[in-house]
C-alpha cells in the first residue's frame, strides 16, 4: 500500500513542492528515506516515529520506504516531518487520502505536536502556485499570515487533530486576517538638519528619479545627517511594493517589519562582499536585497573594503543579484537607491578648507571607488555648511513631509511623462538645443557618456520638480553643479 502527501522544501531562495510517497510492506522492521534527503531530513525518522505514537496511532510495522520527489532537489529540513508521517500513516490505512489538494509544512515535536518553520510564507507561495491551497501548518504559524495571498493557513496544535481532520472527525482552524493598514515610521525628520539647503535640494531631486547619491563633506559637516534622513523624502511605498519587501524582510530576518516607509539598511563598513549582495551555501540575500524598494546607506563609503564595493557593480547596473554556486542559480532582488558618504580626502578638508594631503595620497583614496562605480553614482554632492547657493536662502528648515509631497508629485509627472522605464526617460529629451548643449559640456568637463546620460536626467527630474515642461539650460547648469567632478 503506497500513500502520499505532499510537502515542501527551500531549494536556495525558493520554495519547491516535494511529493512525498510511503511504502510499507512486508518484513524486517525497517524505516529508509530516498529522493536526495541530507541528514537533517534522515534524522527526522526517529521524530516521526515517536509524535506518530505518542499520538495514540500506529507506526506500521513491517519494511517502510519514503520516496521525496522530484529526486534532483536536495531536501533540508525539518519541514517535511509533517508530510512524511501524513505519508506513512496513509500507507497504513490509517487516514483518508483525501483532500488530495492540501500540503503539510510543520516540523514534528515528539509529543505530536505541530512546531512553525520560518520559511513558511515561501513554501506556501510555492505551494498555492502547484495547485495546492490548503496547507496545513502549526497553531503557533501566524507570522506575516495575512501576506498569503493564493492561500490559505489551516492551523492544527498535534498530528492527532491533523489525523482527525483527514477522517472527516473535526475541523481545523483557518484565518483570513486582513492587511494591517501600513502606516510610516520614521525616526528622523529633515527638519532636524539646519542649512544645507543645496544638498538637501539634491537629495529632493534624487528621491525624484531614484537617483545614486554620493555625499561629501569635511567631517562634521552633516552629511550622515542627511543621508539618513533621505528615505524621509521617498514616497509611501504602493501595496504591492510593500507586500514585497515585507514579505522578503518576514521570509529573511527578524525583522517584524511592516511599514510603507521603503526600507533602509545601513550595513557597518566591515561588511564581506557576501554579506552586501548574498552568497553563501545554502544562498542567502545580502543587504542589497534587503534594501529593495528602499535604501541602501553606506556612511564612509572609502572604509569599507574593496571586494564589497566592487560586488555591488551589479546590483547597480541590472537592479538584481544572480549567485551561481555548485549548480545553484538564484536571482535576488535588489532594487535600491544607493546613499553614500565620504570625506574628500584622507584629512576631510579638500575642496572645504585647507587640505594637507598630498595629490598622490587623494588619488589612493579615492582609487577604490574609481572608474565604474563612481561612475554610478548620478549625484556627488557637496556638503558644507558654506554650500547653500543664493537660490535657495536659509529660513526655517523644511519638514519631510512637505518635501515628500512634492517629490511625490514630480514622480506621479515622471511616470506620466513617459510610461516607460527610465531609459526611455533618458531618451525622450529630444529637445535638440538641449542635446547639444549638453554634449558640448560634457566634452569640456570630461564626462563619460554614462555621466552625460545622469546629467540629462538630473535636468529632467529638476524640470519636473520645478513644473517646467522641457528641461533647458538652467536645468542643465543646476544638474552639473551636482556632478561636482573638482572633488573625485
Ligand atoms: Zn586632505
Redesign the pocket.
Known sequence: MIGTSYGAVLDGMEGKVVRVEADVSAGLPQFTVVGLPDSSVNESKARIRSAIRNSGLEFPRGRITVNLSPAGIRKRGVGLDLAIAIAILRAGRQLAPRPENAAFLAELALTGELLPLPEALRLTDACAEKSLPNVVVSHLQRDGEWLLNQATWQNATTLLEVSDWLNGLGQLTTHRPLPPKLKRHEACDMCEVENLTFAKRGLEIAAVGGLHTLLVGPPGSGKTMLAERFVTLLPSLPPTHAREVVSLLHSFSNVDWCSATPPVRAPHHSISSTGLTGGGHPIYPGEATFAHRGVLLLDELLEFNRSALQSLREPLMERQIRISRAGQSVLLPADFILIATSNP??????GFGV???LESE?NRYWSKIAGPLMDRFDLVIAVHQSSSIQKFPVSMPEKSQFIRSRVSEAKAALSAQTRLSLSSTRSRLANPSFLVRSAEIAAALGISRRGLESVRHIANCIAVLDGIEVPGEPQLLEALQYRNPQIR
Open positions: 580626502c584622507p584629512c576631510g578638508q579638500y587640505c594637507r594631503c587623494r
